[in-house]
């Protein structure tokens, strides 16, 4: 197994920083109506009530 330089480990962290990040705004830019979109979805009856999930913040419909 071949050991890779200090430099060369750096930029391969670097490159996944960068990777997460993109991945994370992407994430954040498609989640931007993700709060309108469920309070507009129709619950069943048999679902747990809203404080149920703890910290979570939940919308009233």
């Known amino acids: ?3 890779f330089s ?3 480990q750096v930029l391969g962290l670097i490159g996944w920083l960068v990777v997460s ?3 994370a ?6 989640s931007v109506d993700a709060t309108q979109f469920y309070a507009e979805l129709t619950q069943p009856s048999w679902a747990p009530p809203a404080g149920a999930f703890g910290p ?4 009233s419909t």
């Open 56 to 59: 979570v913040p939940c919308v």
């Open 21 to 23: 990040f993109i991945t």
């Open 25 to 30: 705004g992407i994430g954040a830019i498609a």
């Open 6 to 8: 200090t430099r060369h």
């Open 1 to 3: 197994m071949q050991a």
